[in-house]
């Protein structure tokens, strides 16, 4: 099984790219978001890859760092979920909207990927939502000198991306962190928060 390809980027087109890998072109499917991270050709990249073999084809999928890919491997487990859609999925929502979309059960933030009915956002919603706490929001490849995202930080993005204030956000965040703990699990914490909103509207 391919795991990781190495190679130069031959072209790019809407839903995968080919690399060039010493000769040999490779199709890869990928979300818009790996090809948009993507170099002009003929840049040397470096893609993870998900191999998969059917009776009458091998489709391969690359993502630009294994938070994506964890993800679709996640996504294609959900009946209903194949490699397109969960793709599809990858491409509207980001790893961290993914978590806080399932750990706030917004099911019309799922909706706004294509091939994503109101039906399929429920069972995403019921069958991840307990899963989504052990998902990675992204790679963990920071610069040397920043400093590494918390849950409080990425629990903050997620609520802002939902549509609260910042201000608001922030003051929620503190007190479900100073109650649950520093080591809360991120859906926990995103979960509590919505519910604290609610109570001061």
């Keep these: ?28 499917h990928a979300s818009s978001r790996t090809l948009a ?26 993502f630009a760092d294994s938070a994506e890919r964890d993800w679709f491997r996640l996504l294609t487990t959900v009946q209903g979920v194949g490699a397109k ?11 961290r909207d993914l978590i806080a979309a399932i750990a706030a059960g917004d099911k019309a933030g799922l909706t706004r990927a294509p091939g994503v009915g109101p039906r ?4 995403l919603v019921t069958e991840l939502r307990d899963k989504v706490g052990a998902m990675p929001t992204s790679s963990g490849s920071a610069p040397a000198m920043a ?7 990425d629990a903050l993005s997620a609520l802002t991306n939902l549509g609260y204030r910042r201000p608001e956000a ?18 926990g914490v995103i979960r509590e928060g919505l519910r604290e909103l609610a109570q001061r509207i």
């Design 1 to 28: 099984m391919i795991a990781l390809l190495t190679g130069r980027v031959d072209s790019l087109q809407d839903g995968n790219c080919v690399l060039d890998v010493n000769g040999v072109g490779y199709l890869v």
């Design 37 to 62: 991270a993507l170099p002009a050709a003929p840049a040397l990249t470096r893609l993870l890859i998900e191999t998969h073999v059917r009776e009458d084809a091998i489709q391969l999928y690359g």
């Design 85 to 95: 859609v969960a793709l599809s999925v990858l491409s509207a929502l980001s790893p």
């Design 120 to 123: 399929l956002a429920v069972r």
């Design 147 to 153: 400093r590494p995202a918390t849950v409080a930080d």
């Design 170 to 187: 922030q003051a929620a965040i503190a007190k479900v962190i100073e109650r649950l703990g520093e080591d809360a699990p991120l859906d």
